[in-house]
């Protein structure tokens, strides 16, 4: 009888340390690699905008980054949740084809310290410079400084391929980007003038590009990724965004991953 006892007390201990050995490996699989983020990123998009397609391919994409340099992400689609303390939770701002223009005086108040102030990074997209009097709102001149003192003019309704050529590869956000590159069916907004010289400019698109030909043109000075170096905060404009095919091309991604890490601070 107690041999009996003896053998089954063994065969649970034994069954009993199977069963903790399996379980351990199962959360070694499953438990991430690192404990926890290095930042923390805000990404604004409308709800309901033709640059939806655009805006649902970077959340796959930024997914993946996140996954890959080891940061979180969350969304909002307008401006109600944005003031001091809100903003002071996250180390970088991607404002993801969201316009200037329409936010709440809380955020307008928040946003400028936190780039003014340097309190966080900001990556801009497209709609970002969509600069003037629109939807019935007025242009809001903090940020129309901040974009350089620019006025939206224009566009391209019918797209255009054009060419991008890089003009200061130095730059931490143009690291591993080729001297030129080319931006398949875009709208390139046009300005009253260039924000040349209030801005530091990255990268210009050749007009003498375009593919088809257009009338829709700034000239002999078109720039469409620059940064604001009069702000603490690290920011960078990128115009391209509008549609989801940009993230097919290696130049756009490689762009946007320098921007992520270099806006934050890693």
């Given at each position: 009888?107690?041999?009996?006892?003896?053998?089954?007390?063994?065969?649970?201990?034994?069954s009993?340390w199977?069963?903790?050995?399996?379980?351990?490996?199962?959360?070694?699989r499953?438990?991430p690699?690192?404990?926890?983020?290095?930042?923390?990123?805000?990404?604004?998009?409308?709800?309901?905008?033709?640059?939806?397609?655009?805006?649902?391919?970077?959340?796959i994409?930024?997914?993946?980054?996140a996954?890959?340099?080891?940061f979180?992400i969350?969304y909002?689609?307008?401006?109600?949740?944005?003031?001091?303390?809100?903003?002071s939770?996250?180390?970088?701002?991607?404002q993801?084809?969201?316009?200037?223009?329409?936010?709440t005086?809380?955020?307008v108040?928040?946003?400028?310290k936190?780039?003014e102030?340097?309190?966080g990074g900001?990556i801009?997209?497209?709609?970002?410079t969509l600069?003037?009097e629109?939807?019935?709102?007025?242009?809001?001149?903090?940020f129309?400084?901040?974009?350089?003192g620019?006025?939206?003019?224009?566009?391209?309704?019918?797209?255009?391929?054009g060419?991008?050529?890089?003009?200061?590869?130095?730059?931490?956000?143009?690291?591993?980007?080729?001297?030129?590159f080319?931006?398949?069916?875009?709208?390139w907004?046009?300005y009253?003038?260039?924000?040349?010289?209030?801005?530091?400019v990255l990268?210009?698109?050749?007009?003498?590009?375009?593919?088809?030909?257009?009338?829709?043109?700034?000239?002999?000075?078109?720039?469409?990724?620059?940064?604001?170096?009069?702000?603490?905060?690290?920011?960078?404009?990128i115009f391209?965004?509008?549609?989801?095919?940009?993230f097919?091309?290696?130049?756009?991604t490689?762009?946007?991953?320098?921007?992520?890490?270099?806006?934050?601070h890693?």
């Amino acid at each position: 009888m107690l041999a009996s006892r003896l053998s089954l007390s063994i065969r649970l201990l034994a069954s009993a340390w199977l069963l903790s050995v399996l379980l351990l490996a199962a959360a070694t699989r499953s438990a991430p690699l690192n404990l926890g983020a290095k930042f923390k990123v805000i990404a604004m998009a409308e709800a309901n905008s033709i640059h939806r397609p655009f805006v649902n391919a970077a959340k796959i994409w930024l997914q993946k980054q996140a996954d890959e340099n080891n940061f979180s992400i969350d969304y909002i689609e307008n401006t109600e949740k944005i003031d001091d303390a809100f903003l002071s939770r996250y180390q970088l701002f991607v404002q993801l084809d969201y316009p200037p223009y329409g936010w709440t005086p809380k955020a307008v108040a928040a946003f400028t310290k936190y780039i003014e102030e340097g309190r966080g990074g900001w990556i801009g997209f497209h709609h970002a410079t969509l600069l003037g009097e629109f939807d019935g709102y007025p242009m809001w001149p903090w940020f129309w400084q901040f974009m350089g003192g620019i006025h939206f003019t224009n566009y391209i309704p019918k797209f255009a391929t054009g060419t991008v050529v890089v003009e200061d590869p130095s730059h931490s956000v143009m690291k591993h980007v080729a001297p030129t590159f080319v931006v398949e069916q875009e709208e390139w907004y046009t300005y009253d003038k260039s924000p040349r010289p209030n801005v530091h400019v990255l990268a210009h698109v050749d007009e003498s590009t375009y593919s088809p030909d257009t009338a829709s043109k700034m000239g002999s000075d078109h720039p469409v990724i620059w940064t604001n170096e009069y702000m603490k905060a690290r920011n960078v404009y990128i115009f391209m965004g509008h549609h989801p095919e940009l993230f097919q091309n290696s130049a756009f991604t490689t762009i946007f991953h320098n921007a992520i890490l270099w806006a934050a601070h890693q």
